[in-house]
């Protein structure tokens, strides 16, 4: 997660530093290009060295350890971007209500005359009905099936992508907590008194055919 956050805010300092909207025609051009690559390296980069790590600190099963971290990640990540998803909206929500009772209290101070209230009150069926009618002609019909197509061939597409990317990041956390397992520095016994001069027991024949 360190080094995620690293990269992330790295990625986003060299974003802004490219952004030019005085000096570029088109400043986000090729913009979300790069992100998307951006954000695949950052993603690979923290599994590896977080499944490493953890595989080099792993007692036994070092590849079930860097497939743990990389669940850990993955999960810590949705939660946060779940969370950063949910406030914008919310927040969006809230500029929303706000604009329109302001819009309001400044209709009511302006002093709106009865006459334009009934006008637009007379109009609203109308408006209603042009609409309801607009919705039902086959033109808007063929309009509602192809953006419809579209959503879901979209919705298709990120969920395959998503479901390679998961596949993908567990096969680097396997591979790369194993090798941080095999890479562990040797475990050296110091178990014992240091101060054991004791030679060991060792067994010699006797005659008869035994052991003493």
Not at 14 to 30: F, R, T, V
Not at 31 to 58: D, E, H, K, P, Q
Not at 117 to 133: E, F, R, Y
Not at 134 to 147: I, Y
Request: with cysteine; net charge neutral.
């Amino acid at each position: 997660m360190i080094v995620y956050l690293i990269m992330s805010v790295l990625g986003t300092a060299i974003g802004a530093s490219l952004l030019s909207p005085m000096s570029k025609p088109d400043p986000l051009h090729g913009f979300g290009f790069g992100s998307g690559v951006w954000v695949i390296v950052t993603t690979v980069l923290a599994v590896f060295v977080g499944s490493y790590y953890a595989g080099r600190c792993a007692p036994v099963l070092g590849w079930l350890h860097g497939l743990l971290s990389w669940a850990v990640m993955t999960l810590l990540v949705v939660y946060g971007m779940t969370s950063l998803i949910t406030g914008a909206v919310s927040t969006a929500g809230s500029v929303a209500a706000t604009t329109a009772q302001v819009t309001a209290t400044a209709a009511n101070q302006s002093g709106t005359s009865p006459s334009i209230v009934d006008n637009a009150k007379q109009q609203l069926p109308a408006a209603v009905a042009s609409a309801a009618s607009a919705a039902s002609s086959p033109q808007a019909e063929q309009t509602a099936r192809e953006t419809a197509d579209t959503a879901a061939r979209g919705v298709a597409r990120a969920s395959w992508f998503s479901f390679a990317a998961l596949v993908v990041g567990a096969i680097i956390a396997i591979v790369s907590g194993g090798a941080g397992f095999r890479h562990q520095p040797p475990f050296e016994e110091t178990g014992g008194s240091a101060t054991d001069d004791t030679p060991p027991v060792r067994s010699r024949a006797v005659p008869g055919g035994g052991r003493l």
